[in-house]
DNA sequence: TTGAAAGCGCTAACAG
DNA sequence: CTGTTAGCGCTTTCAA
C-alpha cells in the first residue's frame, strides 16, 4: 500500500520506535525529530495498516452483525441504529445476513471470529442447548438481541409476551369478542428460533384465558399467501366484533392490502393490529395500530452492553426494555 | 484466542511448515502425519487467524461500503443485495453510514482503507474535482453508485436524465398540462452531491422545453415540512390539470399522506409520481407511480465490476443499467 | 516428504 | 530522549 513506519525511519534515519513515538505523540521525543517524522510522514501519506496493530493488541475495532436480512425494515431501522452507536465509540461494523439458514448462520459466526471481530451482535435462526454450547464456546464476546436463547446468552429485548398480553387487553377494552392471533408457521419452531413469535402466542392466550366470552383463533401460515383467502373466513363472524392480531406489521399490512383490495373496511367489517411498530407505517392508511418494539433502544443498548463486555465488564445479562402500544385506527 | 499453528506443530512435533500443508491439504504430506495433525487441530478447535493471513497475502476478503443511512429504504435494499452478492462471492462486508456529512465520509473511507478492505463501494455526499482526486488517490478500488462523480472514477447507475425525461413524457401523454418537480434544496449542491436529483430536473426541463403549452415550476425545498402547505397552492390551478413529479419516493408518499389528511383526492385533484420504486410502495394505497432505479441490479453489478477491479481487470467505467417507468393510480 | 528462515507492519518491554 | 530486541500468527521461498 502506502509507506510504512520502517520506511519513515530509514529516511528519517531514526528507529522505528521514534517513528512510532512520534505518530503517536507520546512519549518523550525531541521536537525537532518529531516535526521532521511527521512531516515527512504526511508528505508521503503516510497511514498506518491497522491489520497490523489488530494482530498485536488483539483488538480489531469491529463489532460483527450477523441478522436475518435487511429488506425487512425491522432490521433495517435495528442495524441504522447499531451501526450509529458502534461509529460513536469508534467501532466498525462488520453485517452479514443469515436469511433464516441455520448453517449459514454458523459459517457467519465462525467467520466474524476467524476475521477476529472483538464482539457479536446476533439476531439468531439457531436456537437450542446445542447452539447455546456452540455460542458459549465463542471467545469473544455476544449479546443477542430478538430471539432469545438462554440465560446463560447475554439479550437485550422487551418482554414479548407481556406486550401481546397488553395488546390483547387493549383489544378487549375495545369490545371485540372475537380475537385472532396470525404468526409465521410455529411448526418451524422445531428447525428456527421464533422464540418472539411463540412468546407473543403465550401473551395473547394468557390473556383470553382471563376471558370466558370471547371467541379466539390462530391462524400460523401467514408466510404463505393464500391464508390471507382464509382471513376473508373471519368476516362472517358477523355476530362478533371480530380483530386480527398480527405477530409482525408485514404481516398486518399485507393483510391490509388484500383487505383493500377487496373491499373489506377496517376497523369497519374487521379490526387489526400488528407488531413492531416499523417506521412505515408513518405511510400507510389507515393508521395500523401496534406494539413498538423500541427497536432503536434495544440496539444501542445492545451495542453498550457489548462493549462493556469487550471492556470485560459484565453487565446484566438479561436486559428488558419497555414497549408500548400504540393506537392507530385500525381498531 | 485458541491454539495457533505453532502450538499445532510443537504438538505434533513437526514443523509448522508440515501443519501449514495439512491444514490446506496441498503439497506432499504423508497421510499419518496429516491425519495426525488434522485430529489435533480438530480435537483442539484450530481456527486460522485470518487477520494474520491477510497481513501476509494483501487480502482481507472485506469489501467496505459506505451510504447514507439505512432508515433510508431504497439504501436497504441496495445494502442487502450488496451483501448478498458479497456473500455469494466469498466476501464480507463492513457497512458504514455518513448522514451526509461530508468529512465523516473521508474519516470513514480513510477508516476502511486502514482496515485493507480489498475494495469501496461508495454512495458519495462528497463532489468535485478535490474529491475525485482523493478518491483516485486511494490504493484500492473504488466504484460508486447512486451520486456520480466524474468519468475517471467508476459508477453503476441508471440514466437519471433519461429517466425522468421519460417519466415526464408519461405525464404529458396523460395529459397533465402544469408539472411540477419536487425535490431536495439544490442549494446544497454547491456543498453536497445531489448529482441524481440535480440529472432529474435536467431531464425534466428537456422534456417541458419540447412543449409550447404546459406549465412548469420547481419546488426545491422538500426537507422543509411546511414547503407542504405551498403545495396547496397547486390545486387552485382548476384550469390546468396537475401533476407533481417527485424526485423521490419518500416526497411523493410524504405528499401523498398530506393530501390524505386535508381530503384531496390523488389523482382526482392532482396527479402524483414518484421516483425509485422503493419497497414499502407496495403497503401505499393509491398505488403510486414511479420511476425504477434498478437498485438491486445495480448493487449486484457494482458489487462484480468492484471484485473484477479488485482481481486486477479494468471492467467499463461506467455502467448504465435501464429504468423503467412504472404505472400505479396516482397519475 | 519435511524443515529452516525470513518477513508482513506494527507494538511493547527494556535498556541505554 | 532514542534504540534494540522480540514477537503477534501466518505464508512463502528455498533447501534438505
Redesign the pocket.
Known sequence: ?G???????RIC????????????GK????????EKILSVANERG????????S????KTMHIGVCVFDIRNYYFAEMLNSIENRAYEKGYFVNINLQEEDREKEIRIIDGMVDHRVDGIILCPVNKGAEFEKYLLSIPVPVVVIGNYISGRIPFVGINEKQAAYDAVDTLIKKSYSRIVFVCPPLAFGNSKNIYSHEQRLSGFQERLALEKNIDSAVIADMDYINSLNSLKNELSYGDRKTALFCSGDVYALNILKYFHKSGVGVPRDIGIMGFDNIHILEFVFPQLSTVSNAVEQVAVTAVDSLIKRMNGEEPENKIILKHRVLLGSTI
Open positions: 500500500m509507506i510504512t513506519t520502517k520506511e519513515i525511519a534515519e531514526v528507529s522505528r520506535t521514534t517513528v512510532d513515538r512520534a505518530l503517536k512519549g518523550r521525543i525531541s521536537p525537532v525529530t518529531k503516510y497511514r498506518p495498516d491497522l491489520l497490523a496493530r494482530l498485536i493488541t488483539g
